[in-house]
């Protein structure tokens, strides 16, 4: 397989639409749904590329920190799933990655998994067992050979579009 480099890949936005906060309960962890996009440092975003495509054919997954509701650093975590097209972090995994997130000053802000061979979109797996709502939710897709990239939320079973903002630094 070709080695990824950082060209080409596509960042996928989220359709233009009303941002609403009607519906939502309020015991998911102080969510604000006013703030629609994702900012991730540029050499965050093209690790996280680069991890998933050397984990191919299998799914890649890790978590990403931030001082805020960013990604600053990149937590690669071992994908402990047996099926090819499915991740696993294991409970300790994510603890100790947040101990250490937290150690310099980060929360965890959100969290990533590659998809081989689908879209950049969640699928009905990742809807239906993702328990971090108030995490932005990130899917390296490497479908028909295009890298693409799609950042959401998902709260309560609906997917969020989120706007993913690359910044140098």
């Known amino acids: 397989m070709e080695q990824w480099t950082s060209l080409p890949y596509v960042i996928k936005q989220p359709s233009p639409q009303v941002w609403e906060t009607t519906g939502i309960k309020g015991d998911l962890n102080n969510l604000d749904l006013r703030i629609p996009a994702f900012e991730i440092k540029k ?3 093209e690790d996280m590329i680069l991890y998933c495509q050397q984990a191919l054919p299998h799914e890649a997954c890790g978590l990403l920190s931030g001082p805020q509701f960013n990604g600053m650093n ?6 402990e799933s047996l099926n090819s097209n499915r991740f696993t972090m294991s409970k300790e995994s994510i603890e100790r990655t947040s101990k250490n997130a937290n150690g310099i000053g980060e929360k965890i802000s959100g969290i990533f998994h590659s998809h081989p061979s689908s879209p950049a979109y969640p699928s009905s797996h990742d809807i239906g067992n993702n328990p971090y709502p108030n995490l932005a939710y990130l899917i390296v897709s490497f479908y028909k050979g295009k890298v693409e990239v799609g950042c959401f939320q998902i709260i309560e079973g609906k ?3 989120l706007k993913l903002i690359v910044v140098d630094e």
Do not use: D, G
Request: charged fraction near 15%; charge should be positive.
């Open 159 to 161: 997917v969020i579009p």
């Open 74 to 79: 990149l937590w690669k975590i071992k994908n």
């Open 43 to 45: 050499a965050v975003y």
